[in-house]
T-cell receptor, first 112, second 113 residues
């Protein structure tokens, strides 16, 4: 059974810092890996999706990497801003996109 | 497109009552998913449908939970009878047949007293 772990559970940084969120998973037979953002009381917003054959994806200040063999992914946020404050969730996508297994999330607070 | 629509956004009920949550997927999406988010267990997949047919309900916690999809634009998740431990945020998501990305609704926050 797939288990997804996210470290750290919470992170507080001053504005402008570059930061790394970590995600590890036990079953490397993933279809894709996806990073989401969740704001309090809101739904999930997809940030980046990495296909299993890819090593990384970039969108603006966000860069996500994937190492399937070691069961790890990282989300890099450059030049953090207070608006980046949210919970970041990592999910492995199993079974052709039909089963997402989520980590518990990293709560990020960027202080101005 | 308006995205995935869920109703109600908030529901407060008493233990033993029946609760029905509703979801309208994005038009043209063939897959529909129901998730539950709690502090203890995080986000979990409950059930998913393909072309209105339930494919995998292994995540449904108990027989008190049931889900239906009578047509391509509507799904319900019903809890009968509800219990305090069912308190959670319930999300609906959908995706098109040829896509891999699921699009999530805003969720329904359920409180069972």
């Amino acid at each position: 059974k797939q288990e997804v772990t996210q470290i750290p559970a919470a992170l507080s940084v001053p504005e402008g810092e570059n930061l790394v969120l970590n995600c590890s998973f036990t079953d490397s037979a993933i279809y894709n890996l996806q990073w989401f953002r969740q704001d309090p009381g809101k739904g999930l917003t997809s940030l980046l999706l990495i296909q299993s054959s890819q090593r990384e994806q970039t969108s603006g200040r966000l860069n996500a990497s994937l190492d399937k063999s070691s069961g790890r992914s990282t989300l890099y946020i450059a030049a953090s801003q207070p608006g980046d404050s949210a919970t970041y969730l990592c999910a492995t996508v199993m079974e052709y996109g039909n089963k997402l297994v989520f980590g518990a999330g990293t709560i990020l607070r960027v202080k101005s | 497109d308006a995205g995935v629509i869920q109703s109600p956004r908030h529901e407060v009920t008493e233990m033993g009552q029946e609760v029905t949550l509703r979801c309208k997927p994005i038009s043209g999406h063939d897959y529909l998913f129901w998730y539950r988010q709690t502090m203890m267990r995080g986000l979990e997949l409950l059930i998913y449908f393909n072309n209105n047919v339930p494919i995998d309900d292994s995540g449904m916690p108990e027989d008190r939970f049931s889900a239906k999809m009578p047509n391509a634009s509507f799904s319900t998740l019903k809890i009968q009878p509800s219990e305090p431990r069912d308190s959670a945020v319930y999300f609906c998501a959908s995706r098109p047949w040829q896509g891999v990305e699921q699009f999530f609704g805003p969720g329904t926050r359920l409180t069972v007293l």
